[in-house]
């Protein structure tokens, strides 16, 4: 069964560096999506892409972030200058074309800002 | 705006009973909702979705929920949990034009042998 992937499971950083989150979306999907989790808090929605453009992103997403599809099957987030509260786990999702089609998520990669 | 509250954060059955997981929603429009579950270490997968056609959804390993406009409920349901039913669940909710996902806090579901 087609899952969504995301690399690296655990990405460990200092404070004020860039990381970049990978993720391997379903293959024929066409929306994809950047959450996050800050550790006892609730899942909460970053970013929408759709047609190589954002279609939707939540106050969260200021100008520190920055989504990029580089080729056609990797969907990435970009933190320029990452911040202690940046700590968290970061969801990748998907889904295909049709208004009721459900998200397929990925693993998550656990980010540490140090 | 839409929000979700999920009325438990933790939620403890024995192996053989019901599961009851609360849910409640407020959103402007129709909304689209669903029960993902994330087991430890585990992606979110989807457990069951309504999406305005029938009230009572039935989902993946037994579990459904029921759609209650008038209660603004959708609370996820089991006849008999098992051990592997022990996981994290999140109710979620799609509405008033945006498609981005809003999720509840979660709940903890503990199975006792």
């Known amino acids: 069964e087609p899952e969504v992937t995301q690399t690296p499971s655990h990405q460990v950083t200092q404070m004020g560096q860039e990381v970049i989150l990978r993720c391997v979306p379903i293959?024929?999907?066409?929306?994809f999506y950047w959450y996050r989790q800050i550790l006892g808090q609730k899942v909460e929605f970053l970013v929408s892409?759709?047609?190589?453009?954002?279609?939707?992103k939540s106050e969260i997403f200021d100008d520190q972030f920055s989504v990029e599809r580089p080729d056609g099957s990797n969907f990435t987030l970009k933190i320029r200058s990452t911040k202690l509260e940046d700590s968290a786990m970061y969801f990748c999702?998907?889904?295909?074309?049709?208004?009721?089609?459900?998200?397929?998520f990925g693993p998550g990669t656990r980010l540490t800002v140090l | 705006a839409q929000s979700v509250t999920q009325l438990d954060s933790h939620v403890s059955v024995s192996e053989g009973t019901p599961v009851l997981l609360r849910c409640n929603y407020s959103?402007?429009?129709?909304?689209?909702l669903f029960w993902y579950v994330q087991h430890p270490n585990k992606g979110l997968q989807l457990l069951l979705k309504?999406?305005?056609?029938?009230?009572l959804v039935k989902g993946i390993n037994g579990f459904e929920a029921e759609f209650k406009k008038s209660e603004t409920s959708f609370h996820l349901t089991k006849p008999s949990a098992h051990m592997s039913d022990a996981a994290e669940y999140f109710c979620?909710?799609?509405?008033?034009?945006?498609?981005?996902?809003?999720f509840g806090k979660g709940t903890h579901l503990i199975i006792q042998p």
């Open positions: 979620v909710v799609r509405g008033g034009g945006a498609d981005g996902l809003t």
């Open positions: 309504y999406t305005s056609a029938a009230t």
């Open positions: 959103s402007s429009y129709s909304p689209s």
């Open positions: 293959s024929n999907h066409l929306y």
């Open positions: 892409f759709y047609n190589n453009e954002i279609s939707e």
């Open positions: 999702a998907s889904r295909n074309k049709g208004l009721y089609n459900e998200q397929f």
